[in-house]
């Protein structure tokens, strides 16, 4: 792709909407630089290098100051688009920053869409689109694991890993296309071992690779880390210990939380998105109906399980049926029984079935908690700092489809299907590692991709 292609020149404010410091007005396309130039008072910028700041004035259509600002220049392609650039860094208010937008727009300049700076670097071959959407996933990153994953991805580790799968299948295919015939095996049996061997080799690699996305999956959304018990058990109690704030309305009447809670808890670089719940009982209460009927939802879709029991009082049959169905049915889904409430007299010998016990309101075993969610979560699935995770369902589904593929050629193999035949599933494999790196693409993929950045991305 040429790397130097220019298009119409857009702009749009950088910066997040609000007061600060500064703000940066970006500029980007053909002729960026004479066009910033006519609403710049101050140094010739069409006469400037490359990577060089310039302090200077924006004037108005009448010749009037809108703001002092700072130009820093970017010579095509030598930017982040791969197009002629300019960063216009002025004083960060809302009006002053809209207004030297404006100002911009009104020498020529289209408003940007959303992500359409990162979508010319993509169009002009500075980055891959996995590497553009790890753009988009660090600006939305909720942890610093997530940061982590995303920084990887740009940085070009998932890139390799496909660029290197598509040379196999190409290797493969290859070896197809030279016409062999497999229906005589034994003239060609040592070429059949040999391409068997190669697409075993890519459809194991391409299982492992998959086999990341659980993970990756939780380190980017999050754990949906659900709270369910009794009414009083002490969930709200403990989500508010645990985000440490007062987010769920705590009393000690049973059936206080009647909708599920949500809040946001970030834990050793890991997000976790607790979900406190009504607590389980049967009601005629329409309204704590509903909230017990939210409760199993939040349940059915959790990465985490917390069963909270007050130990302040022994188990009731019921319960304990209630609990054991909860765990069956929890299945792979990590399932933790805490027993809440340690600070007062219990009434339950907690060591014989519990996880941990803790007390919310005296700090009780809360870091050991911490630490225990924190395992429990990710037990069991493939994570080690430095380890690559395919985090979208995108890269997913499209490494899932090509792995089908590679399966699909497997299988023809065995059957000695002619080269004609598996050549069409060695293709198809291919282009659908091509659609992750964006070999192969079109408008709607990007369209859904890019709509998801922020205008000035
Ligand atoms: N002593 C003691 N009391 C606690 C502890 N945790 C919660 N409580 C009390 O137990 C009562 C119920 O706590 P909540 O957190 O509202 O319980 P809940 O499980 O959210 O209850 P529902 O919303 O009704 O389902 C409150 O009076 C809390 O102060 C604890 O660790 N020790
Ligand atoms: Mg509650």
């Known amino acids: 792709m040429p790397s130097t292609s220019q298009n119409n020149p857009i702009a749009a404010i950088a910066t997040p909407v609000g007061e600060g410091g500064i703000a940066v007005i970006r500029v980007s396309g053909k002729d960026a630089i004479a066009k910033v130039n006519e609403a710049f008072k101050g140094k010739d910028l069409t006469k400037q290098d490359s990577h060089t700041v310039h302090f200077g004035r924006i004037l108005d259509k009448e010749g009037q100051p809108v703001d002092e600002v700072l130009v820093t220049i970017f010579q095509a392609p030598h930017s982040y688009t791969g197009e002629e650039t300019v960063e216009i860094s002025c004083h960060g208010g809302v009006l002053v920053t809209q207004k030297v937008l404006e100002t911009v727009l009104a020498v020529g300049i289209k408003p940007a869409e959303a992500g359409e700076f990162t979508q010319r670097a993509f169009l ?3 980055l891959d689109l ?33 660029k290197r799968f598509r040379q196999q299948i190409i290797d493969a295919t290859a070896m197809v296309e030279l016409e062999l015939d497999f229906a005589e095996e034994d003239v060609e049996f040592a070429n059949k071992e040999q391409l068997q061997k190669l697409l075993e080799d890519v459809d194991e690699e391409l299982g492992n690779l998959l086999d990341t996305y659980e993970t990756g999956r939780l380190v980017k959304d999050g754990v949906k880390t659900v709270l369910i018990g009794r009414p009083n058990a002490g969930k709200s109690t403990l989500l508010n210990t645990l985000v440490g704030k007062d987010r769920a309305i705590v009393t000690d009447i049973a059936g206080t939380t009647r909708d599920t809670i949500d809040a946001d808890w970030n834990y050793d670089g890991l997000l976790f998105k607790l979900i406190d719940t009504a607590g389980l009982r049967e009601t005629d209460d329409i309204v704590e109906a509903e909230g017990v009927r939210r409760s199993q939802q939040a349940f059915e879709q959790a990465d985490l399980v917390i069963y909270l029991k007050d130990l302040s009082y022994p188990f009731s049959e019921k319960e304990r049926v209630e609990i054991a169905a909860f765990q069956k049915r929890s299945g792979e889904t990590p399932f933790i029984l805490i027993g809440t409430k340690a600070d ?35 037990e069991n699935k493939h994570y080690d700092a430095s380890s690559l995770l395919v985090t979208s369902t995108r890269h997913r589904d499209a490494l899932q489809k090509s792995r089908k593929h590679i399966q699909e050629a497997l299988n023809g193999l065995a059957m000695s299907m002619t080269g004609d035949f598996l050549s069409i599933d060695l293709r198809a494999a291919l ?27």
């Open 124 to 126: 002009n071959g500075k």
């Open 130 to 162: 996995d590497q553009a959407e790890a753009v988009a996933d660090i600006i939305h990153a909720k942890s610093l694991k997530a940061v982590d994953a995303a920084h990887q991805q740009l940085e070009g580790r998932l890139g390799e890993h496909i």
């Open 344 to 378: 007062i007299e219990l009434k339950e010998d907690w060591r014989t079935e519990f996880d941990m016990r803790i007390s919310a309101t005296e700090g009780v075993n809360i870091n050991e908690l911490k630490k225990l969610l924190k395992d429990r979560a990710l």
């Open 431 to 457: 282009n659908e590692l091509g659609t992750i790196t964006g070999e192969i693409t079109n408008e709607h993929i990007l369209d859904s991709i890019f709509s998801r950045f922020c205008i000035g991305k």
